[in-house]
Structure formats: C-alpha cells, structure tokens
C-alpha cells in the first residue's frame, strides 16, 4: 500500500494565444502548485482497475483520469497485475485548480514505483500528455510556464513565497464550455508572446492576468464580487485560476491572509468554500 498527497495548482498568468487546427487552444500559462491535497491510496490487486471516490461526484469508471492513468501503465506492465485507488478529495472539482489532472499525474508516479516498471520522468510526462494537458506539470513538479495546449514546460527558477484565499463559490464550470464561449480574435494569426519577468512579489502582483475571466465573469457575475471582497481584506492581487470558478487572493504573509478568510467567511455564504494554501 502506498499513500500520496496529490496537489492543486493555480494560474497565476494565463493568456489564450490562438485556436488550432485539433480544435484546441495554444496558451501561455504560469503554473504554480500550491499546498491543497487530494490524498489517495494505493494497493495493488491481482487484476483490474478500481477508483472509489467516497462523497463524491466523480466518476469511477473507465470516464475517470485515474482510471485512464493507471490503464495505460498496467496495459505495459510485464505481468498482469492490478491496482485498487481510493481518492478522498479535497481539491474542488470542476474548480480551475486541476485536481483531476493531478491525481492522473499521481498514479502514474506511484504505480511506475509500486510495480517497478523504471519509466523516466519525461517517459511519464509524454504518457501523461496523451490522457491530459495538465498531466504532464504535476509530473514535473515544479512551477513553470506551460505553452502549447499546457503540456510544453519551461521551469521557473524562482518565485517567492506566496499564501492565498482560495474561494470556490460551490459550482462547476466547464472548461471546454468556457473555451468555446472565448472570443478569440487573433484565431487565424501567429501570436508573438514574451512571458512577463516576474522575480519579484511587485512582478507577480503585476503579471497577473487570466484571458479565460471575462467569459467566466460574464456567466457568474458572483465571482467579481469574490473578487472585490479579496481585494477589500488585504488581497495583493486576485484572479479566477484556470476557467474557473475558484478565485485566489494573493498574499505576501500567513497572519493577513488568515485575517482576510475569517472576515470573508463572516458574510455568511453558505455556498463558499473557503480554504488557505502557500507556494509549495
């Protein structure tokens, strides 16, 4: 048995750069993981594949990244052999913080350990990339800027440490639905792209952009307002990560940012889930 911590990530700058011809999008995107956990546990099995994910609402089947992540090492696996995953979820689901993507990318890890099968870092990343864009960084493991459809990577040496508010405002929204409501206008156009220096608190406060927030923000107005409480308890900057729906409030010191998400959690909204995470 082996048991994992599988992180959230945020956006902390995320431009679309235009539509390809497969129907997705090139971005450029910052990724940065931070201290919310999914914790999962793994036993092996004599054969199959099993997901439980009590309380809930993902699935466990075959439709599961989990599943997918674990089917394609077990299907190269010198003998045959099982794996029994249980998922007790923490990270929101449908909530721009990619918690599916990471457990995907913590099965493949740890079952390349528990069965031995001595696949390299980059062999688990291409995997990876073929079951999901954000697979391949919570392989990585480190921040970076992600280009492409996410799964080209270039690590980011460093960025200070930072705290955030995180508010999930208790809904899911679709990725895809949010891609296919963005009004791109450079579709049909090479888009030159410079990635911001952010080596500084001041460069990241400044660099923080999200080209998927006006869609988002005009189908759930809701989220501005989440925006404006961050902002009004102390926030540095605040941004919806991803498509959303979750909004971080940025920080610089623990103290303010548990200040700001007792005095958020004092208005009452019973629909709020409202949790604090730091840089890892």
């Known amino acids: 048995m082996m048991q994992k911590l599988s992180p959230a990530k945020i956006n902390l700058h995320l431009r679309v750069l235009g539509k390809r011809n497969d129907g997705y999008h090139d971005i450029a995107t910052l990724l940065h993981p931070i201290s919310l956990y999914d914790e999962m546990i793994f036993r092996p099995a004599d054969h199959g594949i099993t997901i439980r994910c009590p309380d809930s609402s993902i699935p466990e089947n075959e439709n599961n990244l989990v599943y997918k992540a674990a089917d394609a090492l077990l299907s190269q696996a010198p003998c045959s052999s099982g794996i029994h995953i249980t998922i007790t979820k923490r990270i929101p689901v449908g909530a721009g913080l990619g918690g599916g993507s990471s457990n995907a990318a913590t099965t493949l890890t740890t ?110 107005p809701e989220l501005q307002h989440i925006k404006n409480y961050l902002m009004q308890n102390g926030a540095l900057g605040s941004l919806m990560s991803g498509s959303g729906p979750t909004v971080a409030g940025i920080f610089t010191e623990e103290k303010a940012a548990y200040k700001a998400k007792e005095a958020i959690e004092s208005i009452g909204e019973k629909s709020w889930s409202v949790v604090i995470a730091h840089s890892l």
Not at 190 to 209: E, M, N, W
Request: net charge negative.
């Open 111 to 220: 079952i390349n350990d528990l069965m031995g099968l001595h696949y390299t870092r980059e062999d688990l990343m291409k995997i990876g990339a073929n079951i999901g864009a954000d697979i391949p960084f919570f392989i990585f493991g480190k921040s970076a800027w992600a280009f492409g459809i996410g799964d080209q990577l270039q690590a980011i040496e460093y960025i200070p440490l930072l705290w955030f508010v995180l508010i999930h405002p208790g809904f899911e929204v679709s990725t895809r639905m949010i891609y296919e409501n963005f009004n791109l206008r450079l579709t049909k156009q090479a888009v030159k792209y410079t990635c911001p220096a952010l080596y500084t608190v001041a460069d990241l406060i400044k660099g923080l952009h999200n080209d998927l927030e006006k869609v988002t923000l005009g189908l759930h």
